[in-house]
């Protein structure tokens, strides 16, 4: 919506009205059309768009790693090598997003902004657990698109001040939240993520630990995975790791993240077919 830009400098009185604390509900109410759900599209063929894969989420004492990989696909073709698929939702929490690039981006930042909304009107932040149900709903009202091929399905991760450990949620195309125990994946490279995950995953893993597993687990999903994009040495493209603990959100610098995968690589190089134990 626009600002009156007429010589008052006033506010339309859609910005002075008190109402609810959601965001989504003040475009709705106001502008419904700049909602990504509510977007017309073409009733016959098929709309081409980039595609983001593999993302993949563990917790461990203190905290919960949230990574992803960099490739996007359009069909059988590489559309770009090094798209960013993880963002902070606000200090506490972050989203990896899979399916549709784009529009997912587009509903990240439409995230952000409903928390960051919510936080100066009612003075606050939400739970953990609320955050997940707002992503719900936004994720619920583009059921519609999804169902014409432009689904989005994001990983939700965070530290729960509350509870004073992390924790992950997974969600359908219908926006159903399920929380997740230990570790979760989603996208096309989750199945071989998630079994990477299964064996090497420990109740006592280091900060450490958990984002070299991750590594691990994106390069497995690599390894059998067209779509999704291992580390890329020559190109110096790696994966995007975030940390999130009671000290806030941290994402690995690509230094960091550059050693991480150089030294999983080297590994392999050492036994080809997987570590035979559990990061030691």
């Not at 509870?163 to 071989?192: C, I, M, P, Q, W």
């Not at 009671?246 to 080297?266: I, K, N």
Request: glycine share 10%.
């Amino acid at each position: 919506m626009e600002a009156n830009t007429r010589s008052t400098g006033r506010l339309p009185a859609a910005f002075l009205t008190p109402g609810s604390s959601s965001f989504m509900d003040f475009l709705s109410d106001h502008q419904p059309e700049l909602l990504p759900g509510k977007r017309q599209l073409p009733t016959q063929g098929v709309i081409e768009a980039p595609h983001g894969t593999t993302i993949v989420a563990v917790t461990f004492p203190g905290g919960v790693v949230l990574a992803g990989d960099r490739r996007a696909t359009m069909g059988n073709v590489i559309a770009q090598r090094d798209i960013e698929k993880v963002f902070p939702a606000d200090e506490y929490s972050a989203v990896g997003i899979a399916g549709t690039a784009g529009l997912a981006v587009e509903m990240v930042k439409l995230f952000q902004l409903e928390l960051e909304h919510f936080e100066k009107v009612e003075g606050a932040q939400l739970s953990l657990e609320g955050k997940a149900n707002r992503l719900s709903t936004m994720i619920r009202s583009n059921l519609g698109m999804a169902m014409q091929g432009l689904a989005v399905v994001p990983l939700f991760a965070g530290y729960d001040v509350d509870r004073e450990k992390g924790r992950v949620f997974s969600y359908d195309v219908t926006g159903g939240r399920s929380e997740e125990h230990n570790f979760a994946a989603t996208g096309s490279g989750s199945l071989f993520a998630r079994g990477a995950m299964k064996k090497l995953f420990r109740d006592d893993l280091s900060e450490e630990q958990a984002t070299t597993l991750v590594v691990q687990a994106l390069y497995d999903a690599a390894d059998d995975d067209s779509a999704t994009g291992g580390p890329d040495v020559a190109r110096r493209i790696y994966p995007i790791i975030t940390v999130i603990t009671e000290d806030g959100f941290r994402r690995l610098t690509e230094a960091e993240s550059s050693e991480l995968s150089r030294a999983v690589l080297q590994r392999r190089l050492e036994e080809p077919d997987g570590p035979k134990a559990a990061l030691l």
